[in-house]
Structures are given as C-alpha cells and as structure tokens.
C-alpha cells in the first residue's frame, strides 16, 4: 500500500508543474522576451490546461472517494475494483498527456532560443520538486531516520538491534 502512496503523491506532484507554472508575465518568462502574441497563446494554453486539469482531477478524486467505500466494504466485488483502479489509471494517463500536449503546444509558440530557455525552466522546477519530494519523505521517516512503518516495523527494528538472548 506504502508504494502505491507514494506513486499518487508523485502523480499529483508531477500533474501539478503546469498548473503551478509561472505566467508569461513573470519574472522567468520575462527573460524569454515573449511578444504579445506568444504571451496571449501561452495565457490560453495555460487557462484552456487549467480547466482541462480542474475536470480530470475532480473525477479522479470522486473516484478515489469510490474506491476508499469499496476497500471498506466487507463483500467488495474483485471485479468492480479492479474496474474503478483502471478508471483511476486511466485519468491519470490522461493528466500526463493533458500536460504533454501543453508542453508541446508551448513549444510550438517558442523560437529555438526561447525553447531552449523552456527546457532549462522545466529542468529546475523539476529539480525544485523531487528536492521537496525528497524533504517530505525525509520529513516522514521520523527522528532518527527510522521509517513509519507501524508497530510492525517499530518491532522489527528493536529486535534487529537488540543483543543476542544469553544462553542458561
């Protein structure tokens, strides 16, 4: 189940990075110089993927919302949930392809030397966000670097570092 977190909070990380992009008007894009033309397409490749996101995510929450009902439910049907995960995969699927298109829609707008800007803003925000990611895991393993692994692993961990049991 653990890994399984993991992968939809990196999801949502990662279906997030065009949404929480700077506008064509802030200080980053400003050393683009866009024309008016590239900043009023970049607006509406933006707002237009906003919205796109807005819906696919609101359906994916509403479904996670089902499957949380169906994991608790005492006669949950394998089939329906194997159903519901591949409508969850699926919207997924399509926040990264939302996002794809958009990039390359960017592209399209962008001369060669402004691209290579793009790539390079991509390439730190992306940075940005595995640094946090890496804190918040960081952040979860407690003091020590011990993981959260429950009273399972909290008795795992003792019995790895208690002495050996001495022979009567």
């Known amino acids: ?13 990662s279906a997030g990075s065009l949404y929480a992009q700077p506008r064509p008007d802030a200080g980053a894009w400003k050393k683009m110089n866009l024309s008016e033309e590239q900043k009023t397409a970049l607006k509406d490749i933006r707002t237009e993927t906003q919205k796109k996101m807005i819906d696919i995510r609101a359906t994916l929450q509403k479904k996670r919302i089902d499957m949380k009902d169906m994991m608790q439910d005492e006669s949950a049907d394998r089939a329906a949930f194997e ?5 969850i995969a699926d919207l997924q699927v399509q926040q990264k392809l939302a996002l794809f298109d958009a990039d390359q829609k960017v592209m399209k707008q962008l001369d060669p030397e402004q691209q290579k800007q793009w790539k390079e803003m991509k390439g730190k925000r992306m940075e940005m966000r595995m640094k946090d990611a890496r804190g918040k895991r960081e952040h979860m393993r407690g003091p020590e670097g011990r993981s959260s692994r429950g009273r399972r692993g909290m008795m795992q961990e003792r019995t790895e570092d208690a002495p050996p049991p001495e022979d009567d």
Do not use: D, H, I, Y
């Open 1 to 13: 189940m653990k890994p399984l977190m993991l992968a939809v909070v990196f999801m949502l990380l």
């Open 83 to 87: 159903k519901l995960s591949r409508e």
